[in-house]
């Protein structure tokens, strides 16, 4: 075997290559496949979805499900390009395109001429492959369930589905404060837990038991949600009566040792009148910390061991007590919440995604519906693909496997062929519930239900060599069930070929000391934030580096390089950078449609021709690039309003709104004209047209787009003009464009959530987080703040012990702060820090796996991070060797 075929695996035993692809392709077998970054995971999935149609499966008996839109577009692409490319190719290339397909020479020849028809087959047949997401597929089967199933369920027949929760959130918070209000007992739970925890921190918590909603639920309805954290067995306060006797004894003892401590602790135990005093007495931190150090005497006392060995098991024990009670008191007020929420979801015939995953599995596991729900779904399905497996939550894998599990005992007869891709280690989801545990659940099912194949791929066709073995080195023996990777791509004698640390000069400080406290001119300096600041000089070296990059590289194009961060808010000071290198740039992950500064502007513009009286939209509109007025001619026009006096023009007899004053003007400058004319009509036409006629009008009369063009810097005007376009398209969408009043539709364009991402291309450096980057790739990566500090302790959150293949949670436990959990939690808080962890190099891999020929590795120094992605890959790597192209950013100012 060469090198390369140590790389895969089938059932834990290496094979040669070409017998991996024979296994992976074949739709007649189910598999599951682990397949490293780069390794081709759409490509084996769309091939088999090739190889089904060449076997004879009707489109429609196909059924390919993965997790986003963007995702399942990009199959459907992948597929319609190959249709056609085969169509037109040659019979060596058909041939040879088979044959990369798992088929032998043979097969290949006799199903080349199909191949060649397949395009045309499928254009005549009128129906194509479904590819779907997840929650897509679960909506098709919920649209053929019984009625009574849903009313069951309390799930709206009309599966219209929530795009945005925190739409409902101000509604929601209404309802369930009333019904607080209405109810003493909550009163007095949420009371109770708000004078413990805070306002602030209370609702924090209830957003942690909204986020997990679905897990609550199936907690509660299976009995364990209560007593996953139950009060101590004895009342502490009947334990500490009864110590009374021995403390007392305790401290005639340290009295007679003698000493000033020893006294002093003993005139504290017999003044103490309840436990805080007495831990107070004995134990550092006001009674929190440790015995306090007496001397060998006193520690030598039988008595002192014992009674500070009782008191601090009840020290803990009443931390279980306080812990239980909020934990109890936060089961009843989310019961609530969540009430709250399906019953406004009810009164607007609404779903969510959890709707859709609880209502697939209610119809997929029910006995009484399972022989309904196999008869449609054995008429239809006969090959089901699956990809990005390790994002699947557990409802997910129970929802497929409450279908599946009927084909289980069936091995190679099964009527139905199942096909698994992903990678444990891409797995950075857990926020969206993913669990990587689920992959190993679905390969013993595949294995041992369906008899199919377990197989691993761990070459990669993106990496360079160089980049690829840092990939080794860092994460080989780290990363759970890593293997090390072989690369397709040859040594291509790049010298920057690798991995490289662009790192601040000797002795640049971790970060700046500002007083807090001290005076500075608030109109002329701004606020010095340590955060911020750390980060200035980090920013302003990656421009300078890429900088100096494109310049010594000219072949290379911006947008061959992207910038990753965990977090958005270092891209964001390094846009302002690269804003001032005059380095294109974009940031095609979602942001608030409101805040884009073309959208402000027109949203200004909105404002005062809904409300003409109001002057600061006005002014905000007349000096956007639409109009362009200069600050002379607002002061002109501010003095003509009666608000001030400006050089020869008196301020007038009277205020009047900026509105009647601009209408009224004499002699305008021919800008101002210009605005007279264009206002004037345009609020004319606000009383006759709908809000997307009225901004299509002002975008073409205004001639918006091309004076975004010329008035935007050249690294930004692309993006503007975008958010122009996102704003019409919003218009239209939002709720089906039934606004017909100009006034709603501001007033709901502010109040909603609206997002909008720039599309990406070839001409800007791309600055994305690592989450938004997965399955994408450039020939540059920069990786942002690898020296980030370690994320702090969670609080107020619940914890959730959901082993895979269990139907619910066997704990869902509230919890106040990982850093001090009660007791009873301590396991299982260490359980999800390990997780997390595993987590965070789950991310470092996706990151790293995004090179195809050089990773820049950059960071801003600090003094509290430990076991950094920095102190782990700088031994690795060698100083950026290109100079850095000082001074094209000045001073990072804030965005």
């Not at 502490?236 to 403390?247: G, H, L, Q, T």
């Not at 013993?444 to 980049?467: K, M, W, Y």
């Not at 950059?858 to 100079?883: E, V």
Request: neutral net charge; hydrophobic residues 50%.
């Amino acid at each position: 075997m060469s090198g390369m075929d140590f790389a895969y695996y089938a059932d834990d035993r290496r094979i040669p290559r070409e017998r991996f692809y024979a296994i992976a392709c074949d739709p007649a077998r189910s598999s599951i496949v682990e397949a490293c970054a780069g390794a081709g995971k759409t490509w084996m999935l769309v091939s088999r979805i090739l190889r089904a149609l060449l076997a004879g499966a009707a489109p429609q008996q196909i059924v390919a499900i993965t997790f986003t839109r963007k995702a399942a577009g990009e199959m459907r692409e992948r597929l319609a390009e190959w249709l056609a490319a085969f169509a037109r190719d040659d019979a060596d290339r058909q041939r040879q395109a088979l044959i990369d397909r798992g088929l032998d020479a043979t097969d290949a020849e006799r199903l080349r001429p199909r191949l060649a028809q397949l395009q045309a087959e499928l254009l005549r047949g009128g129906r194509g492959v479904e590819v779907r997401t997840f929650h897509g597929w679960f909506s098709q089967l919920l649209r053929a369930a019984p009625l009574s199933l849903l009313a069951e369920l309390a799930i709206s027949p009309e599966l219209q589905l929530i795009e945005d929760e925190a739409e409902l959130m101000p509604a929601l918070w209404r309802r369930f404060h009333a019904a607080v209000l209405a109810d003493q007992a909550l009163r007095a739970d949420f009371q109770a837990l708000t004078l413990a925890r805070g306002r602030h921190n209370l609702r924090e918590w209830l957003l942690a038991a909204f986020a997990k909603r679905v897990e609550l639920g199936l907690a509660d309805a299976a009995g364990v949600l209560a007593p996953s954290l139950k009060p101590p067995a004895i009342d502490p306060a009947e334990r500490f009566d009864a110590m009374a006797p021995a403390i007392a004894a305790l401290a005639r003892e340290l009295g007679a040792v003698g000493g000033a401590k020893a006294l002093t602790a003993a005139a504290d135990l017999l003044a103490a009148g309840s436990l805080a005093e007495v831990l107070a007495a004995l134990f550092t931190q006001k009674g929190m910390g440790t015995p306090l150090k007496l001397g060998k005497a006193c520690e030598d006392l039988p008595l002192w061991r014992q009674v500070t060995a009782e008191l601090e098991a009840l020290r803990a024990d009443v931390e279980q007590q306080a812990a239980a009670a909020q934990h109890a008191a936060m089961c009843r007020l989310s019961r609530r919440l969540v009430a709250e929420f399906e019953a406004l979801k009810r009164q607007r015939g609404l779903v969510d995604m959890n709707d859709l995953e609880r209502g697939a599995l209610a119809l997929l596991a029910r006995p009484e519906l399972a022989g309904w729900v196999q008869q449609r779904l054995d008429a239809q399905v006969r090959h089901l693909l699956i990809d990005e497996f390790q994002d699947t939550s557990p409802l997910q894998w129970q929802a497929l496997h409450g279908w599946l599990q009927a084909y289980a005992g069936a091995g190679g007869g099964a009527s139905i062929s199942v096909f698994i891709v992903g990678d444990p280690k891409q797995s950075i989801y857990r926020f969206r519930r993913a669990e990587p545990r689920v992959f190993v659940a679905a390969r013993q099912f595949i294995v041992g239900g369906l008899g199919g194949a377990s197989l691993a791929c761990d070459h990669t066709r993106r990496n360079a060599p160089e980049v690829l073995a840092a990939v080794n080195a860092a994460l080989d023996g780290v990363l759970d069930g890593f293997r090390p990777h072989t690369t397709e791509v040859a040594p291509g004698g790049d010298a920057l070929a690798g991995l490289w640390l662009l790192d601040g000069p000797p002795g640049e400080k971790a970060e700046r000391e500002v007083d807090p406290l001290a005076w500075r001119p608030s109109l002329t300096e701004p606020r010095h934030e340590p955060e911020f600041e750390r980060r200035a000089a980090e920013a302003q070296r990656v421009a300078a580096c890429l900088a100096g990059l494109l310049a010594a590289r000219p072949e290379l194009r911006p947008g061959q390089i992207f910038v990753l961060a965990r977090k958005r808010e270092p891209l964001r000071q390094l846009s302002v950078a690269l804003t001032a290198a005059g380095i294109p740039h974009a940031a095609p992950e979602e942001t608030p449609l409101a805040e884009a500064p073309a959208v402000r502007d027109l949203l200004a513009l909105l404002d005062v021709l809904a409300s003409p009286g109001h002057d600061l939209s006005l002014a905000h509109a007349l000096a956007s690039p639409l109009f362009g007025i200069g600050e002379d001619e607002l002061l002109r026009l501010a003095a003509a309003a009666g608000r001030i006096a400006y050089l020869d023009a008196p301020a007038a007899d009277a205020p009047q709104p900026w509105w009647l004053a601009l209408q009224t003007l004499a002699s305008p400058s021919p800008a101002l004209a210009r605005a007279q004319r264009l206002l004037a009509d345009w609020q004319a036409a606000a009383l006759r047209s709908t809000p997307h006629e009225l901004l299509d009008r002002i975008v073409h009369e205004g001639e918006l787009l091309p004076r975004l063009l010329a008035s935007s810097p050249p690294t930004e005007a692309l993006a503007r003009v975008q958010s122009v376009q996102a704003l019409l398209r919003a218009a239209l969408d939002l709720d089906g464009g039934r606004y017909a009043q100009l006034y709603g539709f501001v007033r709901a364009l502010r109040s909603r959530p609206l997002t909008w991402a720039a599309a990406p291309g070839e001409d800007g450096v791309q600055l994305l987080t690592i989450h938004g980057a997965k399955g994408l790739e450039a020939e540059v990566v920069v990786l942002l703040d690898a020296e980030a500090a370690p994320p702090k302790a969670e609080t107020y959150g619940l914890l959730l012990d959901w082993p895979v293949g269990q139907p619910a949670p066997q704990r869902a436990a509230f919890f106040g702060s990982e850093a001090k959990p009660p007791p009873s939690l301590a396991g299982l808080v260490a359980e999800e820090q390990a997780a997390r962890r595993r987590e965070e190099f789950n991310a470092l891999y996706v990151a790293l796996t995004r090179a195809r020929r050089s990773l820049i590795l950059s960071r801003t120094p600090s003094k509290r991070a430990q076991d950094s992605w920095w102190s782990r890959l700088a031994p690795l790597g060698q100083p950026w060797p290109l100079p850095l192209q000082e001074g094209v950013a000045g001073p990072v100012q804030r965005p």
